[in-house]
């Protein structure tokens, strides 16, 4: 399997879903955000990272924020742990012993079952404050000054 495979199978999830994709980065705006799955090559190899992110519209102006500019952050693989064969083996184009029909069936079931609902869930500020009220947003890095909104009751 190749990048311009790899990207394929990102399209053929999000897209049908309202995600639009700028280079690689697919994007879902909605009232509250922007939702984000960035696709990240190492450098150091043919290993390939997942981030998903939610640019919270209220705390900035971009239209298309890239994925670092995002006020919350997580890989895919450290909330989709319990996939087999995992994630990070089948973003791992170096790894042959994984055929590319099984690559892009573990990719597609966690884009589907992992990426979506985890977005899907934090597109709304109701449901982020909820979430963050209850501990239950997830293994994020989240900018204080996101923190500190949500923390808030308007």
Request: overall charge neutral; glycine content about 4%.
């Amino acid at each position: 399997m190749n990048t311009k495979e790899l990207e394929r199978i990102f399209d053929e999830v999000l897209v049908p879903l309202g995600f639009r994709r700028r280079r690689d980065t697919w994007s879902k705006s909605n009232e509250d955000t922007i939702t984000l799955l960035d696709l990240q090559k190492s450098q150091w190899g043919g290993q390939y990272y997942v981030n998903l992110a939610i640019y919270l519209r209220e705390l900035g102006t971009a239209a298309a924020p890239a994925e670092h500019q995002a006020h919350i952050r997580v890989r895919l693989d450290s909330i989709g742990r319990h996939f087999e064969p995992s994630i990070a083996e089948a973003l791992d184009l170096e790894r042959t012993e994984m055929s590319a029909d099984a690559r892009k069936a573990t990719l597609t079931r966690a884009l589907r079952e992992v990426a979506v609902p985890f977005l899907l869930d934090r597109s709304v500020i109701p449901m982020l404050r909820a979430l963050l009220a209850k501990a239950e947003l997830g293994p994020v890095l989240i900018t204080r000054t996101a923190r500190e909104f949500l923390e808030r009751m308007t």
